[in-house]
Protein backbone atom coordinates (compact mmCIF):
# COMPACT_ATOMS: atom_id res chain seq x y z
CA UNK A 1 0.00 0.00 0.00
CA UNK A 2 2.61 2.39 -0.53
CA UNK A 3 1.53 3.75 -3.70
CA UNK A 4 -0.37 6.12 -1.50
CA UNK A 5 0.33 8.90 0.83
CA UNK A 6 -1.39 7.97 4.17
CA UNK A 7 -3.73 11.43 3.36
CA UNK A 8 -4.81 10.31 0.49
CA UNK A 9 -5.76 7.34 1.71
CA UNK A 10 -7.39 8.90 4.41
CA UNK A 11 -9.61 10.86 1.66
CA UNK A 12 -10.28 7.61 0.01
CA UNK A 13 -11.77 6.04 3.02
CA UNK A 14 -13.73 8.65 4.47
CA UNK A 15 -15.63 9.43 1.02
CA UNK A 16 -16.41 5.72 0.55
CA UNK A 17 -17.55 6.35 4.10
CA UNK A 18 -19.76 9.57 3.39
CA UNK A 19 -21.14 8.27 0.12
CA UNK A 20 -22.62 5.50 2.31
CA UNK A 21 -24.09 7.36 4.97
CA UNK A 22 -25.57 9.73 2.25
CA UNK A 23 -27.19 6.71 0.20
CA UNK A 24 -28.82 5.34 3.48
CA UNK A 25 -29.55 8.77 4.68
CA UNK A 26 -31.76 9.42 1.17
CA UNK A 27 -33.37 6.18 1.78
CA UNK A 28 -35.00 7.02 5.02
CA UNK A 29 -35.23 10.27 3.98
CA UNK A 30 -37.43 9.22 1.21
CA UNK A 31 -39.37 6.90 3.35
CA UNK A 32 -40.11 9.59 5.53
CA UNK A 33 -41.55 12.22 3.13
CA UNK A 34 -42.70 9.11 1.05
CA UNK A 35 -41.30 10.20 -2.22
CA UNK A 36 -40.24 6.93 -4.13
CA UNK A 37 -37.83 9.28 -5.98
CA UNK A 38 -35.58 9.85 -3.57
CA UNK A 39 -35.08 5.81 -3.35
CA UNK A 40 -34.00 5.99 -7.02
CA UNK A 41 -31.12 8.77 -6.58
CA UNK A 42 -29.63 6.17 -3.63
CA UNK A 43 -29.79 3.19 -5.73
CA UNK A 44 -28.46 4.95 -8.71
CA UNK A 45 -25.43 5.93 -6.62
CA UNK A 46 -24.79 2.62 -5.54
CA UNK A 47 -22.25 2.08 -9.01
CA UNK A 48 -20.64 5.42 -7.96
CA UNK A 49 -20.00 3.40 -4.74
CA UNK A 50 -19.02 0.39 -6.09
CA UNK A 51 -16.41 2.13 -9.04
CA UNK A 52 -14.42 3.67 -5.88
CA UNK A 53 -13.95 0.47 -4.35
CA UNK A 54 -12.88 -1.21 -7.07
CA UNK A 55 -10.39 1.74 -7.52
CA UNK A 56 -9.55 1.18 -3.61
CA UNK A 57 -9.28 -2.55 -4.34
CA UNK A 58 -6.32 -1.94 -6.72
CA UNK A 59 -4.51 0.56 -4.67
CA UNK A 60 -4.78 -1.98 -1.98
CA UNK A 61 -3.17 -4.13 -3.75
CA UNK A 62 -0.48 -1.40 -4.98
CA UNK A 63 -1.75 -0.80 -8.62
CA UNK A 64 -0.07 -4.49 -10.07
CA UNK A 65 -0.93 -4.79 -13.49
CA UNK A 66 -2.17 -8.37 -13.60
CA UNK A 67 -5.52 -6.56 -11.76
CA UNK A 68 -5.59 -3.66 -14.39
CA UNK A 69 -9.11 -4.99 -15.47
CA UNK A 70 -10.26 -3.22 -12.12
CA UNK A 71 -9.55 0.26 -13.29
CA UNK A 72 -11.57 -0.70 -16.31
CA UNK A 73 -14.46 -1.77 -14.19
CA UNK A 74 -14.21 1.34 -12.60
CA UNK A 75 -14.40 3.37 -15.58
CA UNK A 76 -16.94 2.00 -16.59
CA UNK A 77 -18.99 1.58 -13.22
CA UNK A 78 -18.15 5.37 -13.15
CA UNK A 79 -19.31 6.22 -16.47
CA UNK A 80 -22.64 4.37 -15.60
CA UNK A 81 -22.97 5.41 -12.41
CA UNK A 82 -23.16 8.69 -13.46
CA UNK A 83 -25.61 7.97 -16.57
CA UNK A 84 -27.54 6.73 -13.24
CA UNK A 85 -27.97 9.48 -11.44
CA UNK A 86 -28.56 12.03 -14.54
CA UNK A 87 -31.81 9.69 -14.62
CA UNK A 88 -32.58 9.61 -10.79
CA UNK A 89 -32.38 13.71 -10.65
CA UNK A 90 -34.07 14.01 -13.96
CA UNK A 91 -36.91 11.79 -12.48
CA UNK A 92 -36.90 13.70 -9.06
CA UNK A 93 -37.23 16.83 -10.72
CA UNK A 94 -39.94 15.38 -12.76
CA UNK A 95 -42.13 14.18 -9.71
CA UNK A 96 -41.16 17.02 -8.15
CA UNK A 97 -43.21 18.85 -10.70
CA UNK A 98 -46.02 16.48 -10.65
CA UNK A 99 -46.88 17.87 -6.91
CA UNK A 100 -46.39 21.53 -7.57
Not at 21 to 27: D, G, T
Not at 59 to 82: M, R, S
Request: glycine residues 4%; positive net charge; contains cysteine.
Amino acid sequence: MHELSLGTWWIHLATLFEWSVAIILIVLTGKSMKKRALTWLAIAMLPNLTSAMAAITWHIFDNPENLYGLVVLQAGLTTFGNACLALAAWNLVKQERQLS
